[in-house]
């Protein structure tokens, strides 16, 4: 079985930047591909970013170019730069992972971005 375990989220006030991380148990090199999804209050979950295994990625139109997602094969772990945050960036946000197995979750990180 998978772990997922994100960090990094917090409190930032409107334009900050936090980068969160997803820390994987095993080799995250046989993932089809990870990324990051959030739910915001009274939302439903959406897409963020997600980084496939040659490392292209791909973005929601909202965080384009304010967001980057990385991964580093050595930590098993994977990256959310995220910068010049928005109120509306507020959410929980999960780390995803997907392979011959199936999808696989973490428990979440909380960003908050207020004054």
């Known amino acids: 079985q998978v772990q997922l375990v994100e960090s990094g989220g917090g409190l930032v006030q409107p334009g900050g930047s936090l980068r969160l991380s997803c820390a994987a148990s095993?080799?995250?090199?046989?993932?089809?591909?990870m990324g990051w999804y959030r739910q915001g209050p009274g939302k439903q979950r959406e897409f963020v970013a997600i980084i496939t295994s040659d490392s292209s990625a791909n973005y929601a139109d909202s965080v384009k170019g304010r967001f980057t997602i990385s991964r580093d094969n050595a930590k098993n772990t994977v990256y959310l730069q995220m910068n010049s945050l928005k109120p509306e960036d507020t959410a929980v946000y999960y780390c995803?992972?997907?392979?011959?197995?199936?999808?696989?979750w973490g428990q979440g990180t909380q960003v908050t971005v207020s004054s």
């Open positions: 995803k992972a997907v392979d011959a197995r199936g999808g696989f």
């Open positions: 095993g080799s995250i090199s046989s993932f089809y591909f």
